[in-house]
């Protein structure tokens, strides 16, 4: 969440940073709350006078001997007077912080200066291709099509348990799944510096207001009957950790990482990706998450990303780094980098995993701060990114390893975690 006191301070720089991420009548929005904020302030002084005046007259009032004066008559009207004063504007101040929140809720973080600024992603910049795309000696087919010629997936059972987009996994495609997990968690965790964490799957609805799901996407995620949410992101639950807490500076860089199934209604997806496992509204993923003192969370999103893609060049998978626009970030985002990764039967790049920096935007939500070297609470700088998406880690080994026999071969650093060179 953007600071008011900011926004208050310098609120031509903020109109220009929210108008590039294409918030539709941007500065009526910031002047209305710099308005809304103004009588808040008005009405907060009118308060006070009035509380100092009930003070004062209550304790003429108490020195008051004859209850039945007309004096303490006049004086007790006036105390009356003033306490029915107190509550109206107790009740203004209510709904103009109300009003307040709900714009400062809406509002998306602002870009940093390098991000470029575009609606969509057109606007995105290749920063880096790595690896040799293959050219196939035959047609390459689809990952649904290949698992479904060995028996290795099943989308009608499915379909019958839950709906449409889930799948079922079987045999050695289940077994590939496992084996990319295991090995992403053993790559960030031995090599890469994380600490792995076994985190909840349902949170509260606190904590999806904290990471920036609620209230603004409420309609793209799934929420129980008694309040909880399903974690479209492990993000959620790892960056919560912190939440509500001073954290001491000596414990500093935290750096988590997590493997949850993850849960998206995919409302904005309509028709889009609707063969195979390319978008489910249930995948597992591996997520980092870097909690760090502010003025290092640059650094750090560039430490990020590399472990994010040490992940394809040990799969030895064709992958670009994309620069995402200021119109095509995620909320919560400040600068992002996008992996994405080569899909033979599609001819493109699809996105593999997005590492965030989110500078102090969450932790703002959350009150999550800490202890600087001169004592102060200061906030804390979140950031986030898959390590990475195992769906489509799998469509990508699937399609980049297809054999013409219709095989699969397995990447070479995941054999020891399967038994095996091949499937099929």
Not at 124 to 131: A, F, H, M, T, Y
Not at 215 to 236: A, R, S
Request: a neutral charge.
């Amino acid at each position: 969440m953007l600071n008011l006191k900011d926004i208050r301070k310098d609120l031509n720089f903020f109109k220009e940073k929210i108008k590039s991420r294409f918030i539709n009548n941007s500065d009526q929005i910031l002047d209305l709350l710099i308005k809304l904020d103004e009588n808040h302030r008005k009405n907060l002084e009118t308060q006070q006078e009035l509380q100092n005046q009930r003070n004062s007259i209550s304790k003429n009032l108490s020195v008051e001997k004859d209850k039945n004066s007309e004096k303490f008559k006049n004086l007790s009207s006036e105390v009356s007077s003033i306490k029915n004063s107190i509550a109206t504007l107790e009740t203004e101040l209510a709904k103009l912080q109300s009003n307040i929140n709900e714009i400062l809720h809406s509002l998306p973080n602002i870009p940093l200066d390098e991000v470029p600024v575009s609606q969509d992603e057109n606007g995105n910049i290749e920063v880096k291709k790595s690896g040799s795309v293959r050219k196939f000696d035959f047609k390459p087919l689809s990952h649904d099509v290949l698992a479904k010629n060995l028996d290795l997936i099943d989308f009608e059972t499915a379909a019958n348990i839950s709906g449409s987009r889930f799948v079922i996994l079987k045999k050695d495609l289940a077994k590939l799944e496992r084996a990319l997990i295991n090995f992403m968690i053993d790559l960030h965790t031995n090599e890469n510096g994380y600490l792995e964490h076994n985190v909840p799957i349902l949170v509260n609805e606190k904590s999806m207001f904290g990471t920036g799901q609620l209230p603004k996407f409420k309609d793209e995620q799934f929420q129980t009957n008694n309040n909880l949410w399903l974690i479209p992101t492990g993000e959620v639950s790892l960056t919560n950790m912190v939440a509500d807490k001073i954290t001491k500076y000596e414990d500093l860089p935290l750096r988590l990482v997590t493997s949850t199934p993850c849960f998206r209604l995919e409302a904005g997806a309509a028709g889009k990706d609707t063969q195979g496992i390319m978008r489910q509204h249930q995948f597992s993923k591996v997520e980092l998450v870097s909690i760090i003192q502010p003025e290092f969370r640059v650094k750090e999103l560039e430490r990020m990303l590399s472990c994010a893609e040490k992940v394809l060049e040990l799969l030895k998978l064709p992958y670009r780094v994309m620069l995402l626009s200021s119109g095509d970030m995620g909320f919560s985002a400040e600068k992002t980098y996008d992996l994405e990764v080569w899909i033979p039967s599609q001819n493109k790049y699809r996105e593999i995993s997005s590492c965030s920096s989110c500078s102090t935007f969450q932790a703002n939500r959350m009150k999550a701060r800490y202890k600087t070297i001169d004592n102060k609470n200061e906030l804390l700088a979140t950031l986030n990114g898959s390590g990475l998406a195992i769906g489509r880690t799998i469509i990508a080994i699937l399609e980049n390893y297809q054999n013409k026999d219709g095989t699969i071969s397995i990447p070479e650093v995941l054999q020891k975690y399967m038994s095996q060179k091949t499937i099929g």
